[in-house]
């Protein structure tokens, strides 16, 4: 049986037979998955509420994978190649990606979301240009890429300059891969705002971030945040959140002309407050979705330096056998996982 995994319907998970797929056409590559991370993503279309999922679908977008053929054309990896995937299928010819955005084209299909991903045994086809070869990394490594592109990209957006400070609210995977970027940025003070205290002792252990603010329901986290800006609060706040009521407070922490960069996701609609707070202050809101290409690479590269320690974030494992049964706890916030990693094929 060429095992693979299938979300049937929302709870529900499947073991199938997904066979190899034929030889790549040219522009294609054959590749054979080694690592799966677990993602935010994964989770809601596990549990129905990720609105772009259709059933049944075999996930799998954080990927570690193996070049195994190549169609023609593809000069850039060859067979043996250990890479990440790229997971935004762009429409290369559309405007937006020509302006070099190809990250939210319009018809971009993410692989494992919008189309079939990866947490398979059988080989199977992906497009060459999304493959990013880091032959120095393990698959473990090269499976968190993609979670750290997104934050590298988050980042970007704001531009945080040296003698600035920036708030990154949620300290979950992408908060952290946000951290990972600013804590290389000289000049820039870096602070970290989440509800529960042992992920903000996860920051000041594991990446040396000591500037954490626990969120309080008296609204003390905001004196608090005074208090380490001299009152002048942040100029570039990232919500990694997700959570519709700290997207509609955020800008709060926000100084006059901060950048406030949404990179967490929600489906519902926000309402903040506009004269007080945002045009007061001249703040600038700004979208981060998904990643730019040039990303990994820059990524592959950092973490080749070891300017960045990925065996801290993986907090679990499991093999692809396990998943029917253990994929579920990883929905309970209890379980305590920063990155779930899913051995598919052979260990290295």
Not at 270 to 294: D, G, I, K, W, Y
Request: charged share 20%; net charge negative.
């Amino acid at each position: 049986m060429s095992y693979a995994i299938e979300f049937s319907e929302p709870t529900k998970i499947t073991a199938i037979d997904l066979p190899d797929e034929p030889a790549p056409a040219p522009g294609e590559a054959l590749v054979r998955t080694h690592r799966m991370g677990i993602c935010g993503t994964d989770l809601s279309c596990y549990l129905g509420k990720f609105p772009f999922f259709d059933y049944p679908r075999t996930p799998g977008h954080e990927l570690g994978l193996e070049v195994v053929a190549v169609g023609e054309g593809v000069t850039h990896v060859k067979p043996g190649d250990k890479c990440s995937l790229e997971p935004y299928v762009n429409d290369p010819d559309s405007t937006t990606s020509q302006k070099g955005n190809s990250n939210c084209c319009p018809g971009v299909q993410v692989i494992g979301v919008h189309g079939p991903g990866g947490l398979r045994k059988a080989n199977w086809i992906v497009p060459a240009r999304k493959l990013h070869p880091g032959n120095k990394l393990s698959y473990d490594e090269l499976a968190l890429v993609e979670t750290l592109a997104i934050g590298y990209h988050a980042v970007q957006r704001g531009n945080p300059q040296p003698g600035e400070t920036v708030l990154v609210i949620g300290a979950g995977p992408i908060g952290l891969a946000c951290l990972e970027f600013l804590k290389l940025m000289n000049g820039v003070k870096v602070i970290v705002m989440d509800m529960v205290s042992s992920r903000l002792d996860f920051c000041a252990k594991n990446l040396g971030l000591t500037n954490g603010i626990q969120f309080q329901a008296d609204g003390s986290h905001l004196t608090l945040l005074e208090e380490m800006t001299d009152d002048n609060l942040a100029d570039v706040v990232i919500d990694a959140t997700g959570s519709v009521k700290s997207m509609s407070t955020c800008f709060e922490y926000g100084g006059f002309t901060s950048r406030i960069v949404y990179v967490g996701i929600t489906t519902e609609s926000l309402t903040f407050p506009h004269a007080p707070v945002l045009h007061r202050r001249e703040q600038t809101l700004l979208a981060s979705r998904n990643a730019l290409p040039a990303d990994f690479g820059k990524i592959i590269k950092i973490i080749e330096a070891g300017q960045i320690n990925t065996k801290v974030w993986i907090t679990h494992r499991l093999t692809i056998e396990e998943v029917p049964d253990e994929f579920a706890k990883f929905t309970d916030p209890a379980t305590g996982a920063i990155k779930a990693l899913i051995a598919v094929n052979d260990e290295e």
